[in-house]
């Protein structure tokens, strides 16, 4: 059973810098894709970045280029959100995800919020 636990939201000044981690419980395959997600309440989910597994090879939506970066710790079943310079429209609750690929995802994280002061 593949279980994905997401953490490392919280609160920033607009600017600052927050890491997301998502744990991934179960197999990985090099063929999989990581994703982040982000989705504010009563709002449609939003691509933020993905990565695959095995070649780590990445995208970003434009909002977040150059700014966020998506990386894995094979080692530790673990992929990583990094964002820096982040703005008050940056704030949502974000999910990580694990797929077969690009736009389908099969299993998701249970969210972890930031929040963005101006």
């Known amino acids: 059973q593949v279980q994905l636990v997401d953490s490392g939201g919280g609160l920033v000044q607009a600017g600052g810098s927050l890491r997301l981690s998502c744990v991934v419980t179960?197999?990985?395959?090099?063929?999989?894709?990581m994703g982040w997600f982000r989705q504010a309440p009563g709002k449609e989910r939003q691509f933020v970045a993905a990565t695959r597994w095995g070649a780590g090879n990445s995208v970003y939506a434009d909002p977040v280029k150059g700014r966020f970066t998506i990386s894995r710790d094979k080692s530790a079943n673990t992929v990583y959100l990094q964002m820096n310079n982040l703005k008050p429209e940056d704030s949502d609750i974000y999910h990580c995800s694990l797929g077969r690929g690009i736009g389908e995802y099969d299993y998701w994280g249970q969210g972890t919020q930031v929040t963005v002061s101006s």
């Open positions: 179960g197999r990985i395959y090099s063929s999989n894709v």
